[in-house]
């Protein structure tokens, strides 16, 4: 979801989240969505998430992270 967040819009939706990642399950987008810690705005089918900048680079730190960890593994 970095990849979208970053090239397409900073703000997703648990529809967008399912197309983007090919998903057909609404609860695993859900899951993924509330893992990435970014706020959201809105209401079950309202609900946005929104990253801000600063949400952008904790992401990316924690993608590196999490690459160095498998790599070393």
Sequence with gaps: MLD???L???QVTN???RNFLQLES???AN???KQLEIPSQGEKKG???VASLKDIEL????ATEHE???LNW
């Design 26 to 28: 609404h609860q695993k």
């Design 59 to 62: 992401l990316s730190k924690r």
């Design 47 to 49: 609900r946005v998430y």
């Design 15 to 17: 529809k967008e989240c």
């Design 4 to 6: 979208y967040i970053i």
């Design 31 to 33: 899951r993924i969505l």
């Design 8 to 10: 397409v819009n900073n």
């Design 68 to 70: 160095r960890k498998v």
